[in-house]
């Protein structure tokens, strides 16, 4: 991993986020950190970082204005966390920074897990049918683990109150989803 700093960087301060790490974290870095961004995410950025010894994976919503509900990091580092030691294959959470002051935003510190992510038909073509079998296999595996949990002994938050509220809202909408009819008949 090359060195990288905030400009290469853009939403990953590599100076602040060692600062507020040796606070938190205080036996956690053995040594300044370098970064990258991990490039395919739909979403939310995610960033290896380094100190030369160990890696880990930073997690932040994307730059600019989001709804604070559409890339909650604090809700997903909870529920991450909640299904370590469920069967569930998560990675370790390590640490949550809710204080949009260290990098803009929240974000929260996690495991790096080595692994290929296959996004397209065409890379799992190239590694075979044997393969791909064995992959599809293991994500059917994890989806079945998950459903298994039960998300409130668990200690994850569920998701059913969010939901219902956009529900709720569509469900005020008329009959085939169009807007509202006014005086005069016009939509």
């Given at each position: 991993?090359?060195?990288?700093?905030?400009?290469?960087?853009?939403?990953?301060?590599?100076?602040?986020?060692?600062?507020?790490?040796?606070?938190?974290?205080?036996?956690?870095?053995?040594?300044?950190?370098?970064?990258?961004?991990?490039?395919?995410?739909?979403?939310?950025?995610?960033?290896?970082?380094?100190?030369?010894?160990?890696?880990w994976i930073v997690r932040r919503p994307p730059l600019g204005h989001v709804l604070a509900t559409a890339h909650d990091m604090s809700r997903?580092?909870?529920?991450?966390?909640?299904?370590?030691?469920?069967?569930?294959?998560?990675?370790?959470?390590?640490?949550?920074?809710?204080?949009?002051?260290?990098?803009?935003?929240?974000?929260?510190?996690?495991?790096?897990?080595?692994?290929?992510?296959?996004?397209?038909?065409?890379?799992?073509?190239?590694?075979?049918?044997?393969?791909?079998?064995?992959?599809?296999?293991?994500?059917?595996?994890?989806?079945?683990?998950?459903?298994?949990?039960?998300?409130?002994?668990?200690?994850?938050?569920?998701?059913?109150?969010?939901?219902s509220a956009r529900l709720h809202g569509r469900a005020r909408l008329p009959r085939g989803g169009g807007l509202p009819r006014t005086d005069?008949?016009?939509?």
């Amino acid at each position: 991993m090359s060195d990288r700093n905030r400009e290469d960087l853009p939403g990953l301060d590599l100076d602040r986020l060692a600062a507020w790490l040796a606070e938190v974290e205080p036996d956690l870095l053995a040594g300044p950190l370098t970064g990258r961004l991990i490039a395919g995410g739909k979403s939310n950025l995610t960033y290896e970082i380094s100190d030369g010894r160990s890696a880990w994976i930073v997690r932040r919503p994307p730059l600019g204005h989001v709804l604070a509900t559409a890339h909650d990091m604090s809700r997903e580092y909870r529920v991450m966390t909640a299904l370590a030691g469920t069967g569930v294959p998560v990675p370790a959470t390590y640490t949550l920074c809710e204080d949009p002051d260290i990098l803009g935003a929240p974000f929260y510190l996690m495991e790096r897990v080595i692994g290929t992510p296959y996004r397209t038909a065409a890379e799992l073509a190239a590694i075979g049918a044997d393969r791909t079998r064995t992959i599809s296999t293991g994500m059917v595996y994890a989806l079945a683990a998950l459903h298994a949990v039960d998300p409130a002994a668990a200690g994850a938050i569920s998701p059913i109150p969010r939901r219902s509220a956009r529900l709720h809202g569509r469900a005020r909408l008329p009959r085939g989803g169009g807007l509202p009819r006014t005086d005069d008949g016009v939509r």
